[in-house]
């Protein structure tokens, strides 16, 4: 089955600063690669998805890049702000099992 | 409601007993999910239903899990004679219907502790 890792674990960066999160996946049939966000208490929350036909895609202060030859996506956030400060968690699948790494603690320093 | 809802939202029980967490989905979305969160983990896939059925249900740790959904609509997570390593945040989705690449909307979770 699909194994997704994530790195780093923990993340913490200045505010204003970018934070870069990587993931890599196994299953070279994934062609579905979401990233959700989960503040303290709440459930995960989908932010940004990219899907395999697309090596990129943005929204506002939010990127995702898929480079499926490597099997590994990346989130990329700029200008940081401290409402920034959650668990991420990315995600690959397609027509069987979705599959999420183990998330990463960002942390966002005024 | 406007989201998934999860009951109870915290269980605290004695090990060996069997609990039940609820979770009741997006009106019209006909696919749930069950996920677990331990501490210090990623999502743990449970088990999938489309409709009342569970085409993956391969997730399901042991056979003290079990879950069941009716009407297509709410769903109960069952386990019985809990263990300590059952201890978690147990988490519903509901998505509307099709495969997993869709959205999941996710409740605030059930978090169970077994002493």
């Known amino acids: 089955g699909e194994n997704v890792e994530q790195h780093p674990s923990t993340l913490s960066v200045q505010e204003g600063d970018s934070a870069v999160i990587k993931c890599t996946y196994s299953?070279?049939?994934?062609?579905?690669f979401p990233w959700y966000k989960q503040e303290l208490g709440k459930g995960p929350q989908l932010i940004i998805d990219i899907r395999s036909n697309v090596g990129e895609k943005k929204d506002q202060r939010i990127a995702v890049t898929l480079n499926k030859t490597a099997k590994h996506f990346s989130l990329h956030i700029t200008e940081t702000q401290p409402e920034d400060s959650a668990v991420y968690f990315c995600a690959a699948g397609g027509n069987n099992r979705l599959a999420f790494g183990k998330g990463n603690q960002v942390v966002v320093i005024p | 409601g406007a989201g998934v809802s999860q009951s109870p939202s915290n269980k605290v029980t004695e090990k060996g007993k069997d609990v039940e967490l609820r979770c009741d989905p997006i009106s019209g979305h006909t696919a749930l999910y069950w996920y677990r969160q331990s501490l210090g983990q990623g999502l743990e896939f449970l088990i999938y239903f489309q409709g009342n059925s569970a085409p993956d249900k391969s997730g399901l740790p042991s056979d003290r899990f079990s879950a069941e959904r009716t009407g297509g609509s709410v769903s109960t997570l069952t386990i019985q004679r809990t263990q300590q390593e059952d201890s978690a945040v147990y988490l519903c989705?509901?998505?509307?219907?099709?495969?997993?690449?869709?959205?999941?909307?996710f409740g605030e979770g059930s978090r169970l502790t077994v002493l």
């Open positions: 989705a509901s998505s509307l219907p099709g495969s997993y690449t869709g959205e999941l909307f």
């Open positions: 299953d070279s049939a994934s062609n579905y």
